[in-house]
């Protein structure tokens, strides 16, 4: 956990020491509530995040992320309290528990409320498989960005309903001389999220433009539903032919840049940006804003972001939350978006397992089922995109498995 969290703890025992010149382990509440403010109003880190950047850090911090650094020094002095013995109390939590309920805006920052009807027209108004399959994989399994450029293709089994891989999926992975990794070549209609990594990182034999953000030291399994399922299968089907050369000593990208000359060239952070038309992309007619939902220039309230896609999927599945009444758990809601659950570290007390590693086992795969699985199917919202979806497993030939 320290070590997961270590820039967030190196930039609070900066800040106390350049406060009071005072070790982290001799803080009070006072310090933390003083690190808030801090952070809502420095434009500066104290430390050089991350390590190897040049000079200080510009902050910009939204309520969510200064409310989750927050809570990483709730944990971190659990860990010196009940494991280590260090100190008697918990300042964090005090300073956490004090703040006004107004002090954090921790709803979905870019827009407030989007309804399921009007996010299916969106769905349905997008013109290329390419669009619709980026869109509904980050509204179906809340993966950033940086996340769904690095899966590549042998990280996908998208199955024919009876246990084995669907043929037109296995006619591309022959094509591409591709074969499924261990963490899905067992479990159809899955996809698997590599584990944190820093950019330039060698992953599968490729130097990795953009690092993965995920939590977990074993990356995660991520069931795929019918209508996803639909959707990817409609787009590999209609991405660009392969090259001529052998690839197998290289890893494939699910999801490729658009192109017209027969590349297969890994989908980059700036194309996705480009092709939807964020953020002065030099793309002001990309998909959010031709649709009306971005405009340079507008306030952060009224724009749809890339990012705010990953917020949708976990605002509508929390209990009594968002637009849609289905909800899931929420150890299976941190397992899918790749965080740490808060749920049982953050409180008067510390649980034994916390909700997440109860949830938590792909190597499991019955325990996988009944834990991650089923409660995803159960509650994962439809858009109805599709008059007739590509089927999952069939329930009689699963009964045998």
């Given amino acids: 956990m320290v ?8 930039e609070f025992e900066a800040f106390v020491y350049w406060l009071d010149r005072v070790h982290v382990c001799m ?9 808030n403010d801090h952070l809502k109003h420095s434009d500066r880190y104290l430390t050089r995040t991350p390590p190897y950047s040049d000079g200080l850090k510009d902050l910009d911090l939204s309520d969510v992320t200064r409310h989750d650094i927050l809570t990483t020094l709730v944990n971190f002095y659990n860990f010196l309290k009940d494991e280590k013995g260090v100190v008697s109390n918990n300042p964090a939590q005090q300073a956490l528990q004090s703040f006004n309920e107004d002090e954090f805006d921790l709803t979905p920052p870019d827009r407030p409320r989007i309804e399921m009807s009007e996010m299916r027209e969106f769905l349905e108004w997008l013109d290329t498989p390419f669009e619709r399959a980026v869109i509904l994989t980050l509204l179906k399994t809340g993966v950033r960005i940086g996340e769904l450029i690095n899966i590549d293709l042998q990280c996908v089994h998208l199955g024919d309903g009876m246990g084995n891989i669907h043929p037109l999926f296995q006619s591309l992975l022959d094509r591409y001389g591709v074969d499924l990794i261990s963490e899905v070549r067992d479990k159809p209609d899955t996809m698997f999220v590599y584990t944190k990594f820093n950019e330039e990182t060698e992953i599968r034999k490729e130097i990795r433009k953009r690092g993965n953000k995920r939590k977990d030291k074993h990356g995660s399994v991520i069931p795929i ?11 590999l089907l209609t991405r660009n032919p392969p090259l001529e050369h052998d690839h197998r ?18 989908l980059t952070y700036d194309s996705v940006l480009s092709q939807f038309g964020e953020r002065g992309s030099g793309s002001a007619d990309g998909a959010l804003a031709d649709y009306g939902w971005y405009k340079e220039g507008a306030v952060t309230e009224e724009n749809v972001f890339m990012h705010y896609f990953r917020h949708y999927f976990t ?7 968002g637009v849609y ?8 809601i941190a397992y899918i978006r790749g965080d740490v659950d808060k749920s049982a570290t953050v409180g008067s007390e510390r649980r034994e397992s916390t909700a997440r590693e109860n949830t938590y086992s792909h190597s499991d795969w019955r ?4 834990n991650i699985e089923q ?5 994962i919202y439809k858009f109805g995109l599709y008059d007739q979806t590509v089927p999952r497993r069939d329930p009689a030939v699963e009964s045998r498995r």
Avoid at 225 to 235: G, R
Avoid at 249 to 266: C, M, Q, W, Y
Avoid at 325 to 332: D, L, N
Avoid at 367 to 370: D, E, H, I, S, V
């Fill in 3 to 10: 070590q997961d969290q270590e820039s967030v703890l190196r």
């Fill in 27 to 35: 803080v009070d509440d006072g310090h933390v509530v003083e690190f």
């Fill in 225 to 235: 539903d019918d209508e996803l399922k639909t959707t990817l299968l409609e787009y």
């Fill in 249 to 266: 000593d290289t890893a494939i990208p699910l999801f490729t840049k658009p192109s017209n000359h027969g590349t297969l060239d890994r």
């Fill in 315 to 321: 605002d509508n599945h929390k209990h009594n939350h």
């Fill in 325 to 332: 009444r289905g909800w899931m758990p929420a150890g299976v």
């Fill in 367 to 370: 325990n996988y089922k009944l």
């Fill in 375 to 379: 409660p995803y199917l159960d509650n």
